[in-house]
């Protein structure tokens, strides 16, 4: 991995050395060139940047381009000394028409108004038919999965969205993969969430469909990010107000899985704009599990078997508002705000039945548990930023601060041998628990881009994140024949704080050589700090600091307009947050421990990525061989207690009935992946996206003396088809096979969806159904775990079968074009979850 990284930035190196020498060749009749035209290239229908579109100078007559140039990645673009003249200006990218207009060039920099690329059924050439955007665009450096195209959407959460984007999986439990691994970062318009950093899967539900525009996958991110999520970035982007006026939308859905109502209000007049949002729904879930487990000691041979039920429920609410104001040009100040809250419980009825080689252990009880969590995220992000005249050129300053609060408990009665819960007097033993997790943290940053001519450009930053987080729990328990109430077990509380302090400076050098190669060359330097607080256990912990140095870098050959080229690496770090560090030990299961592990060490992932991508009339197709390596891995592994693979924690007994799982410093991983992903319209009214994607994994640990590979695969396909008079039918499968993890195997992945919607009023009310998963009630996650002390098998059967209406108006018109400055603090492993049960 080392050599294959030098030999990168020594080829880039080699490139910016050589582009000032080929500036220099002498111009065979070079007129008078003062004049500059400079510009931005965005999507017709979002107003989002086209990154990387091709803008190219043509004569008044003909089609011989005269010079050109790839904008950036927010799509400006800058053509500097060209002589005065009337000429043509012509922007293009793959996937959408082409626009061209007349330009005059004079002496000075002349700012011509904004290319609106639109959508196209033909995608390349003059005359093009506008059609509605696709489902799945192929970009250069991500792919977009544009949710507001697809009608099946309507009603559900975040998680519904996510689960039909292109490399991305989401289980029956709500838990997300990005290429098969759950190490990634999740943005919301291009900033953190708190609420996501601290718990995915409950956090997902509580960002309605109908509030998202587009998510993008970014496998291999710029310097310019932050250099967690070795899997790369998840992007939500949230839809946006107004040029002019005044818009909203209402909204409002109700089915067998979960309802929520929704709305925003936008508006903008002159320098001022203003953006707001609020919504609230609820979610209500069934499931059933199983566990069969059989354990291998000197004695002989013992047997676990779990049955139970589970109900998930609970609520939530999301709002955001956000101010821009232009007090003068090149000048914007910015405040945006959002509070995030939710809260619920799962109730579960587990029967356990224990047979051991010696039968005096044997043991049958039912344990009816009721599980609480709750959390409260509270963002406030002010920016400033400075444009000049000079194109592309920006500078900007951002400071925010989160608070980002959770709760987590539970409750459980025992029967000692029964197969049914009783009345409660009737238990053999009662406990229960409550913890929170307070936090919060503060985050500065600044950025500044400075161009060099049409093609090369030099982006800087500067970044501090200072984190404060913990854990308080206490635990009490009740033995009725014994005591006549609760009381507070001895080891068991916990009381922890820990503080994660990251700076980080940041430095990118693009360049172009000719008209068809564009390069750049990054690192990022992140050092951190950490600390932590043990105040109910004598754990030690050493504060630490250390540097971790993160290159990156790409180089990018377009042969054609539709026919590219790309090859990128980068190096990518995961620190561990507080649901991997937290210590408390979870004996909701009496038979299956958890609690996490203070003393974690950061990972750091080295990633290759050769992608090509080209466009053939209607269809554009991107492929992908990528190669990502992590050394010292962060795994999730179970032992038995009798032979543990870590130390326990105080209090755990060593008992051959108990498995403990907990989190470990114990694997070198690779993934070997190809990927092939295209948008179609085979039928003028047709959009089709599909996208297999194969893995070869191979996973080593010495410290468990284990080694696993194999293959995995999974397939997305996404169709839809618009009848006359606003009727749209859409219809979406996602597949996967098992994959091996270091311990065993994960499970298969079935869920197929389809929808109707009809507009009417005059476009502006949607009315649709949705229905998931009619052919099976559930699907079984079943996965298996294999070590030297036992073998097991679980199955979770997730309820998938569902239907929702949907109901939806919007008034006024047009997309906000202005983007907020954001901070990206996409530093941190945790939360890929679901809730954090105490």
Same mark, same amino acid.
């Given at each position: 991995? @080392?050599?294959?990284?030098?030999?990168?930035?020594?080829?880039?190196?080699?490139?910016?050395?050589?582009?000032?020498?080929?500036?220099?060749?002498?111009?065979?009749?070079?007129?008078?060139?003062?004049?500059?035209?400079?510009?931005?290239?965005?999507?017709?229908?979002?107003?989002?940047?086209?990154?990387?579109?091709?803008?190219?100078?043509?004569?008044?007559?003909?089609?011989?381009?005269?010079?050109?140039?790839?904008? =950036?990645?927010?799509? @400006?673009?800058?053509?500097?000394?060209?002589?005065?003249?009337?000429?043509?200006?012509?922007?293009?990218?793959?996937?959408?028409?082409?626009?061209?207009?007349?330009?005059?060039?004079?002496?000075?920099?002349?700012?011509?108004?904004?290319?609106?690329?639109?959508?196209?059924?033909?995608?390349?050439?003059?005359?093009?038919?506008?059609?509605?955007?696709?489902?799945?665009?192929?970009?250069?450096?991500?792919?977009?999965?544009?949710?507001?195209?697809?009608?099946?959407?309507?009603?559900?959460?975040?998680?519904?969205?996510?689960?039909?984007?292109?490399?991305?999986?989401?289980?029956?439990?709500?838990?997300?993969?990005?290429?098969?691994? !759950?190490?990634?970062?999740?943005?919301?318009?291009?900033?953190?969430?708190?609420?996501?950093?601290?718990?995915?899967?409950?956090?997902?539900?509580?960002?309605?469909?109908?509030?998202?525009?587009?998510?993008?996958?970014?496998?291999?991110?710029?310097?310019?990010? =932050?250099?967690?999520?070795?899997?790369?970035?998840?992007?939500?982007?949230?839809?946006?107000?107004? =040029?002019?006026?005044?818009?909203?939308?209402?909204?409002?859905?109700?089915?067998?899985?979960?309802?929520?109502?929704?709305? !925003?209000?936008?508006?903008?007049?002159?320098?001022?704009?203003?953006?707001?949002?609020?919504?609230?729904?609820?979610?209500?879930?069934?499931?059933?599990?199983?566990?069969?487990?059989? *354990?291998?000691?000197?004695?002989?041979?013992?047997?676990?078997?779990?049955?139970?039920?589970?109900?998930?429920?609970?609520?939530?609410?999301?709002?955001?508002? *956000?101010?821009?104001?232009?007090?003068?040009?090149?000048?914007?100040?910015?405040?945006?705000?959002?509070?995030?809250?939710?809260?619920?419980?799962?109730?579960?009825?587990?029967?356990?039945?224990?047979?051991?080689?010696?039968?005096?252990?044997?043991?049958?009880?039912?344990?009816?548990? @009721?599980?609480?969590?709750?959390?409260?995220?509270?963002?406030?992000?002010?920016?400033?930023?400075?444009?000049?005249?000079?194109?592309?050129?920006?500078?900007?300053?951002?400071?925010?601060?989160?608070?980002?609060?959770?709760?987590?408990?539970?409750?459980?009665?025992?029967?000692?041998?029964?197969?049914?819960?009783?009345?409660?007097?009737?238990?053999?033993?009662?406990?229960?628990?409550?913890?929170?997790?307070?936090?919060?943290?503060?985050?500065?940053?600044?950025?500044?881009?400075?161009?060099?001519? =049409?093609?090369?450009?030099?982006?800087?930053?500067?970044?501090?994140?200072?984190?404060?987080?913990?854990?308080?729990?206490?635990?009490?328990?009740?033995?009725?024949?014994?005591?006549?109430?609760?009381?507070?077990?001895?080891?068991?509380?916990?009381?922890?704080?820990?503080?994660?302090?990251?700076?980080?400076?940041?430095?990118?050098?693009?360049?172009?050589?000719?008209?068809?190669?564009?390069?750049?060359?990054?690192?990022?330097?992140?050092?951190?700090?950490?600390?932590?607080?043990?105040?109910?256990?004598?754990?030690?912990?050493?504060?630490?600091?250390?540097?971790?140095?993160?290159?990156?870098?790409?180089?990018?050959?377009?042969?054609?307009?539709?026919?590219?080229?790309?090859?990128?690496?980068?190096?990518?770090?995961?620190?561990?947050?507080?649901?991997?560090?937290?210590?408390?030990?979870?004996?909701?299961?009496? @038979?299956?421990?958890?609690?996490?592990?203070?003393?974690?060490?950061?990972?750091?992932?080295?990633?290759?990525?050769?992608?090509?991508?080209?466009?053939?009339?209607?269809?554009?197709?991107?492929?992908?061989?990528?190669?990502?390596?992590?050394?010292?891995?962060?795994?999730?592994?179970?032992?038995?207690?009798?032979?543990? !693979?870590?130390?326990?924690?105080?209090?755990?007994?060593?008992?051959?009935?108990?498995?403990?799982?907990?989190?470990?410093?114990?694997?070198?991983?690779?993934?070997?992946?190809?990927?092939?992903?295209?948008?179609?319209?085979?039928?003028?009214?047709?959009?089709? !996206?599909?996208?297999?994607?194969?893995?070869?994994?191979?996973?080593?640990?010495?410290?468990?003396?284990?080694?696993?590979?194999?293959?995995?695969?999974?397939?997305?396909?996404?169709?839809?088809?618009?009848?006359?008079?606003?009727?749209?039918?859409?219809?979406?499968?996602?597949?996967?096979?098992?994959?091996?993890?270091?311990?065993?195997?994960?499970?298969?992945?079935?869920?197929?969806?389809?929808?109707?919607?009809?507009?009417?009023?005059?476009?502006?009310?949607?009315?649709?159904?949705?229905?998931?998963?009619?052919?099976?009630?559930?699907?079984?996650?079943?996965?298996?775990?294999?070590?030297?002390?036992?073998?097991?098998?679980?199955?979770?059967?997730?309820?998938?079968?569902?239907?929702?209406?949907?109901?939806?108006?919007?008034?006024?018109?047009?997309?906000?074009?202005?983007?907020?400055?954001?901070?990206?603090?996409?530093?941190?492993?945790?939360? *890929?979850?679901?809730?954090?049960?105490?």
């Amino acid at each position: 991995m @080392k050599t294959s990284t030098q030999l990168l930035l020594s080829f880039l190196l080699l490139l910016v050395a050589a582009r000032p020498a080929a500036a220099q060749a002498p111009a065979t009749a070079a007129p008078a060139a003062t004049g500059a035209l400079t510009g931005t290239v965005l999507d017709s229908l979002s107003r989002q940047p086209v990154a990387y579109a091709t803008v190219v100078l043509l004569p008044a007559t003909g089609d011989k381009a005269l010079t050109g140039v790839a904008a =950036d990645d927010q799509g @400006k673009f800058s053509l500097t000394k060209l002589a005065a003249g009337t000429f043509r200006l012509r922007a293009s990218y793959v996937g959408y028409g082409t626009r061209t207009r007349t330009v005059v060039v004079g002496t000075g920099t002349t700012a011509v108004s904004n290319f609106q690329l639109p959508t196209t059924a033909q995608a390349l050439g003059e005359a093009i038919i506008i059609g509605s955007k696709p489902v799945v665009e192929v970009r250069a450096d991500r792919l977009v999965y544009n949710a507001d195209q697809d009608v099946s959407n309507a009603g559900g959460t975040a998680q519904d969205v996510l689960r039909k984007a292109p490399l991305l999986a989401v289980d029956g439990d709500g838990n997300v993969k990005m290429r098969g691994s !759950s190490n990634f970062k999740v943005l919301v318009n291009n900033k953190p969430s708190p609420t996501l950093a601290r718990n995915l899967a409950e956090a997902l539900k509580s960002i309605p469909a109908e509030q998202i525009q587009s998510v993008e996958i970014i496998t291999t991110p710029s310097a310019k990010y =932050d250099g967690e999520g070795t899997a790369g970035i998840i992007n939500i982007v949230l839809k946006k107000g107004v =040029d002019q006026g005044l818009n909203g939308r209402v909204g409002a859905s109700s089915g067998n899985r979960n309802s929520n109502f929704n709305s !925003s209000l936008n508006f903008k007049k002159g320098k001022v704009g203003f953006t707001s949002s609020a919504s609230a729904g609820a979610w209500y879930r069934p499931g059933d599990f199983s566990r069969d487990r059989r *354990g291998f000691s000197a004695l002989g041979t013992d047997t676990l078997r779990q049955r139970g039920n589970t109900y998930d429920k609970g609520a939530w609410y999301y709002g955001t508002v *956000g101010l821009d104001y232009d007090p003068a040009e090149h000048h914007t100040l910015s405040l945006a705000g959002s509070v995030n809250g939710y809260g619920g419980n799962s109730t579960q009825n587990l029967l356990n039945r224990y047979t051991s080689f010696n039968p005096a252990a044997n043991q049958l009880f039912l344990r009816d548990t @009721k599980n609480l969590f709750s959390g409260l995220n509270v963002e406030a992000t002010g920016t400033y930023t400075r444009t000049f005249a000079t194109a592309r050129k920006e500078w900007s300053t951002l400071a925010q601060y989160a608070l980002n609060n959770g709760t987590y408990g539970y409750d459980f009665d025992q029967y000692n041998n029964s197969l049914v819960a009783l009345e409660t007097n009737q238990a053999s033993y009662r406990e229960r628990s409550r913890g929170r997790t307070p936090g919060h943290e503060v985050t500065f940053q600044t950025d500044f881009t400075q161009p060099f001519g =049409d093609k090369n450009a030099l982006e800087v930053g500067l970044k501090a994140i200072f984190r404060r987080t913990g854990s308080v729990a206490t635990v009490d328990g009740l033995t009725p024949a014994l005591a006549p109430d609760f009381a507070p077990l001895a080891g068991r509380a916990t009381d922890f704080s820990y503080s994660q302090d990251v700076q980080a400076a940041y430095g990118i050098y693009s360049l172009g050589v000719g008209k068809k190669f564009t390069a750049n060359l990054g690192t990022r330097l992140e050092r951190t700090a950490i600390a932590a607080e043990f105040r109910a256990t004598p754990t030690p912990f050493e504060p630490r600091s250390y540097l971790t140095l993160l290159p990156n870098g790409s180089a990018r050959y377009a042969f054609t307009d539709a026919n590219s080229l790309r090859f990128a690496y980068s190096r990518r770090i995961t620190r561990p947050f507080i649901d991997y560090l937290n210590p408390f030990v979870d004996r909701s299961d009496a @038979k299956n421990i958890t609690y996490g592990n203070p003393n974690l060490d950061p990972e750091l992932t080295d990633s290759y990525e050769l992608s090509y991508s080209t466009a053939i009339k209607t269809t554009t197709i991107n492929a992908a061989a990528s190669v990502r390596h992590t050394g010292n891995a962060i795994e999730q592994i179970r032992f038995a207690t009798t032979n543990p !693979s870590v130390p326990l924690p105080a209090g755990v007994p060593s008992d051959p009935s108990i498995t403990a799982q907990t989190f470990a410093n114990v694997a070198a991983n690779t993934f070997y992946q190809f990927n092939v992903f295209l948008s179609a319209k085979p039928l003028a009214k047709m959009d089709l !996206s599909a996208g297999p994607d194969v893995q070869y994994i191979v996973r080593r640990s010495p410290f468990l003396n284990v080694e696993r590979r194999g293959f995995t695969a999974g397939i997305n396909v996404n169709a839809s088809y618009k009848f006359d008079k606003g009727l749209t039918l859409q219809g979406f499968t996602y597949a996967s096979l098992p994959t091996p993890e270091i311990q065993g195997t994960g499970s298969a992945n079935l869920y197929y969806q389809m929808g109707v919607k009809k507009t009417f009023l005059k476009e502006k009310a949607d009315l649709s159904l949705n229905i998931a998963s009619p052919f099976n009630a559930y699907w079984p996650y079943r996965s298996t775990t294999t070590t030297l002390a036992f073998d097991e098998r679980t199955e979770n059967r997730s309820y998938q079968r569902a239907f929702r209406f949907n109901f939806s108006y919007r008034f006024g018109q047009g997309s906000q074009t202005k983007q907020r400055k954001s901070i990206n603090n996409d530093d941190t492993k945790g939360g *890929g979850g679901s809730k954090q049960g105490g």
